[in-house]
Structures are given as C-alpha cells and as structure tokens.
C-alpha cells in the first residue's frame, strides 16, 4: 500500500466492549485538543515557558519515533520514501494538522506548510500572540517520525507559525550539522539534559517569583501606608473615624477567643475585610481563611457544599467529596449572605453548629470538624426572627458576638482616606502614577451618599485612575452621579451643626452645581431671587455675584468666586 492509500477508517479499531482503541495497530487514546491547550497552560504558569517547551517537545518526539515503529510494523513498507511521506498522512489524519495543498515535506528543501495547527490554535486560546513558533509538539512529533523513518537524526523546526502571528506554520527539518548555529538554542528542547535543567531552573524561577511577590506585597503595604498613615496593617483597613476604630480595636479582642461571630452591614460595607480581620488576628491564621456565599446557591447543591457528599448520592456525584467544612478545618469558613438561606437548611446547619460535626450527603457517617464559624449578612435578622424568616435558635447560636460595619456615609472621616488607598491600589497595577486628589474632587467626593459604600467607592477610584488624563484626579474624572451631587447633611453624637451653617452649605453647592447662575439655582430652591441675593450678601459673595451678573445673560455660567 501506498501512503497515499492509507485510510483513517482501515487504520482505527475500536472495540466496543473493553473501550480500546487501537491505531495502526497500536493502543491510541482520545484526548481533547482543550485539554491539551489546558495541559500547556498548566506547564508555562508552573514550570514556565522553558520547561513546557522542553516537556512538550520531547514528548512529542517519543510520539513520532513510536509511530515510525508502529507503521513499518503494520505495513513492512520497502521504500524510505514510503515511510516518510506516511508520517504526515498519519499526522494529518489523527486532527493534529492540516496540510496545505502542494506543500512537501519538513525535511525537504521547499519544507512543509501547516494550517489549522491544534498547537498554534490553543496557545493563542490560552496565551494569545507568542513571541516566539508555538508548536512544539508537532515539531517534536514530526522530528521523532522522520529521524526513526529515515535512521537519520532530523530536527524539525518552525520559520513560521500561526501563533506567532503568521499565515501558516512552515516546517524546516535539517540534521544537526545543517542547522550549525543558526538555531542551535531551539535544538537544545530536544536534549533529556536540556528537560533536568529547565525543571531545576523552573523550581529556581518558582522560589524567586515567591521572594518577588512577597517583596512587591511589602512594597505595596509601605506606599499605603506612607498615602494614609491610617491604614491598619495588614489588610489595608482604614480606620479614621471614630466607628471604624472602635470596630477594629472591638475585632480584634473577639479574634482572640473562638467564638462564633455575626458581621452585620449593608452590601459592599467591608464586612469580608473584618471577617478577614478575624481570621489574621485569631489563633488559626495559619489555617486556611474559605469563604461561601450562601445567597448564590441552591439548597441542595448549598448542603454539598457545606458538608460534602458521599460517591452516588445523587446524579454526577461520580466520587466522594469533602465540604467546606471540612475544607477549612484548622481554619475559619465565613459563611456570607446567611440571611438568604432556606428554612430547611436553616435547620441542618443549626445541627452542625450545636454538635460541632457534619454529615456528608448520601452518607450515614458524622464527621467531627474544627472551624471557627463566622456569618455575614446586610439583613436585619431580628426582624427575620419576628417574621418567622429565619430561626431564633440559629440566630443567638451565629449571634454570640455581633459586629456592625457602619456603611460609608456614617464615617465621612474614612471618605477620603479610602479614596486614596484605593487609587493608589489601582495606580499600582495599571503602572500609573497620581499625586492625589484635586480639591474640587476631593469636595465631591464627601458630599457624595455613597449607597454602595465602599465597593463603590473602589470602582470609582478605579474608573479615576484608567481615565485620568493628569497626574491626580480632577473633579470631570468622576461619575455624573458623584459630579452631581449636593451635600447631605448629618447630625453625629457630640456635634449639631447650626441650622444657618447647613443651608449656607447647601444654597453655596447649589450656586457651584449651576456654575454662579442665580436665577436657575432660585428657581431650584424654590425661592426668590431677592431672597437668594440677600443671603449671599449676609454670607458676604453678593458683591462677586453682582459683578458676574452685571456681564452675563439670566443663564450666565459666571461662578460667583
């Protein structure tokens, strides 16, 4: 036969009952071209980009030498060309590439031009454009086939490739000698004491990439610390107002004991932070810190993800697993969002909390765990427990501490300096540099409600910091709905502003919304013009407000400073 005649149906057998297959007489296995996109990804984010290479490479030409042995056993071919010429029709019929039309062979003088390479497909998937031929396993694959095809050591390499951003991927295959210098670092993928070395430079690389993390984290604390000196280590808490000291200074005393606590506080407040908090100041920070959001799952899949399931116990449970619970075990599991869980799974969990031991779905067998419990919710539960939501005995059993993180408008003191341990977070990872905060933002930034508290407030610093066209952040770099908004004012414990004090602030933000125009800000405050001139002559701006007017049309946007 010919290699022109050869056929994938009269190559591949499968048998039915026992599952094998087998190609051109030899046990062959399915693989996905995903998985093996994942398995390249898996190697370069763990061993890096030399030691995936040399693996891939090698293997592909233990795969090539194989099939060289496998068709001149099954087919007894008398011609070398034969041989060689069935290594790409095998190739191209096990999906690993298409050949173009005309092209010939790697060894050759004119090469081998390749399209819809899997290789070249899947780094692009995982790691987009290479800077450098990405198919290393097909040019092992094909070096393997040819130098046991021909007794002669070819090394197949690629000019071209479509993950480097070429038009096809063009195959070059040459001895050694031929090659000389020219790519003499590419041969050396080829060599099993070039695969020790990237392996033991890899484990080296990993070591300094965990020295460069832990250098760039110490880093990163210093300059928050060095933008507010307010910030509690070592989570970046910023803690100016008098609530949020008093919540820290109150976190950190319960952290020392075991208790079960209930963080309390409206979405986006930082209740994971203090729940953090809790775990790095307690005696289990070095166990494992596992957080679950309740609210975003099911009842059923919520009980197996809390305490595991037993192989069987329901469809797809294809082996045992164990639960958060047990995950965490020597640790702390923060269980968020508890407020929206089901009555009957309120029930389950009261039993786990009360006898400090869990049973994994379709399972008869209780497991003792060792976890700290905390539970997060922006719900009122007592209000749950007077409805009939929720149950008393789970909520003193989760309510032996309470913690409430007041939201950002009861701390305007903390405003500011979170606006800017937030920029400056944002600026270090987008390679940005920013001096602060202008006046006019800063000003906007306070008179702001913030609804979404403080995950808001992170948002917005980072929209400032991709945006920004300066070197700090200007009042126009801010959401319309920061830009528009008037101060609220806010009576705190030990300080009642003046009645007169308030509505100076107010008519002033009013005047400054509508850049000075008197008439469109009288009419906004539903008074008369007369009565807005007399009290910005009492606050001592009429004569600046006069002058703007003098020159200017009933709209004018002259500002009154």
Request: charged share 30%.
């Amino acid at each position: 036969m010919r290699a022109d005649d050869l056929d994938l149906r009269e190559l591949l057998e499968f048998d039915p009952e026992g599952g094998v297959i087998r190609f051109a007489g030899q046990r062959a296995l399915l693989l996905d071209a995903v998985a093996m996109g994942l398995l390249r990804k898996y190697l370069v984010e763990n061993f890096g980009l030399t030691a995936a290479r040399a693996v891939l490479t090698q293997f592909g030409f233990a795969h090539g030498w194989r099939m060289a042995e496998a068709m001149q056993a099954e087919f007894k071919w008398d011609k070398a060309e034969e041989r060689r010429k069935a290594g790409t029709r095998i190739h191209s019929l096990q999906g690993l590439f298409w050949v173009e039309p005309g092209s010939d062979e790697p060894h050759t003088k004119r090469g081998m031009s390749l399209a819809a390479s899997y290789e070249a497909e899947q780094h692009l998937l995982h790691f987009g454009r290479s800077d450098t031929p990405a198919c290393w396993t097909i040019c092992g694959l094909t070096s393997g086939y040819i130098s046991q095809a021909t007794g002669k050591e070819i090394y197949v390499l690629e000019d071209q490739c479509l993950g480097k951003g070429g038009a096809i991927c063009h195959l070059v295959g040459r001895t050694r000698e031929e090659w000389g210098e020219e790519r003499a670092q590419d041969l050396r993928f080829f060599e099993p004491i070039r695969l020790k070395e990237c392996l033991d430079v890899s484990l080296h690389r990993v070591t300094e990439t965990l020295k460069e993390a832990e250098r760039k984290l110490r880093e990163h604390q210093r300059a928050l610390i060095h933008v507010v000196p307010d910030v509690e280590t070592p989570l970046g808490i910023v803690a100016k107002s008098p609530a949020m000291r008093q919540l820290v200074d109150l976190s950190r005393r319960v952290a020392k004991v075991d208790s079960t606590v209930l963080i309390t506080g409206e979405s986006g407040s930082g209740k994971e932070r203090i729940a953090r908090l809790l775990h790095e100041e307690s005696s289990r920070a070095a166990g494992p810190f596992i957080a679950v959001n309740c609210g975003a799952i099911t009842e059923t899949l919520l009980e197996s993800e809390l305490f595991g399931h037993a192989r069987g116990a329901f469809s797809g449970a294809t082996q045992d697993r164990p639960g958060l619970f047990e995950a965490a075990n020597s640790g702390t599991l923060l269980l968020d969002e508890v407020g929206e869980i089901s009555a009957g799974m309120q029930v389950k969990l009261l039993r786990a909390l009360q006898e400090r031991e869990i049973r994994r779905v379709g399972e008869n067998k209780s497991r003792k765990f060792d976890v700290r419990i905390l539970a997060a919710t922006n719900r009122d539960l007592a209000e749950g427990v007077a409805s009939g939501a929720f149950r008393q005995d789970l909520y003193y059993r989760l309510k032996v501490v309470e913690l409430h993180v007041p939201s950002l408008r009861e701390r305007r003191e903390d405003v500011l300096p979170l606006a800017r341990v937030l920029l400056a977070g944002s600026a270090l990872w987008m390679k940005r540099k920013f001096s602060g905060l202008a006046p006019g933002a800063a000003d906007q930034l306070l008179r702001y409600e913030w609804p979404g508290n403080v995950r808001e407030l992170e948002n917005t610093m980072e929209r400032a910091a991709a945006l920004a066209p300066g070197s700090r952040v200007e009042l126009e770099d801010l959401p319309e709905e920061v830009r528009q908004a008037f101060p609220r004012p806010v009576a705190t414990k030990g300080r009642v502003r003046p009645l007169d004090e308030v509505e100076r602030e107010y008519i002033l933000a009013a005047l400054e919304l509508n850049d000075g125009n008197q008439t469109c800000t009288a009419e906004q405050l539903q008074i008369g013009s007369a009565t807005l001139r007399r009290k910005l002559r009492s606050y001592g701006l009429m004569g600046h407000a006069r002058a703007a007017n003098t020159s200017a049309s009933p709209r004018s946007t002259a500002p009154i400073r």
